[in-house]
């Protein structure tokens, strides 16, 4: 059975300028997959990166700069307008890897889940380590192209460029990341 991971589409990302400008495509075919998903009775998992502010789940950069970043109950760590979440899964991260001090390989082996089509920001980062780390757990994975955005778009193309060719997680279309579900 396939899942699709919606990563990090929160208000935060896509402060950036050259996130702002894709926001609402990506968010339309975000919620593409997620409406395929729930047709075919596929699982969704919304994940979200929270962090507290007393420093505890503080990443080693914000550390080092002492400025904190998506706090819980927060205006940024609210997914953005337009994105179907209601009666979705969640899962909050304090990593770029939503497999990281998570329970999302417990739900996926739950669900017998042995893949999955990621999306989300940022394709370079989070994105990126999510499917790293579902390789490590045996988990096929592919990427929604048009799902994806990235701050970065260079390293993006990077990144999944190597995770595409030497972890064979191909870089599909929306159609074709539908038809896999």
């Not at 109950?73 to 953005?80: K, N, T």
């Not at 909050?92 to 497999?99: E, L, M, Q």
């Amino acid at each position: 059975m396939m899942a699709v991971l919606i990563i990090d589409m929160q208000n935060a990302y896509f402060e950036a300028p050259g996130l702002r400008k894709r926001q609402a495509s990506v968010v339309k075919a975000c919620n593409g997959l997620i409406s395929a998903a729930s047709d075919k009775g596929a699982p969704v998992v919304l994940v979200k990166t929270e962090h507290e502010r007393d420093r505890s789940t503080w990443t080693l950069n914000m550390l080092d700069d002492d400025q904190g970043f998506i706090f819980r109950g927060s205006r940024q760590a609210d997914f953005v307008p337009g994105l179907h979440v209601d009666g979705l899964s969640q899962l909050v991260k304090t990593r770029d890897s939503a497999f990281l001090g998570t329970d999302l390989l417990l739900r996926l082996r739950n669900w017998k889940v042995d893949g999955a089509i990621l999306a989300g920001v940022s394709a370079h980062n989070c994105v990126a380590q999510t499917g790293a780390d579902a390789f490590a757990h045996n988990i096929r994975v592919a990427y929604a192209r048009e799902a994806l955005a990235s701050e970065d778009p260079e390293s993006a193309r990077n990144m999944l460029g190597i995770l595409s060719s030497e972890y064979r997680q191909p870089i599909l279309s929306l159609d074709e990341a539908i038809a896999r579900i």
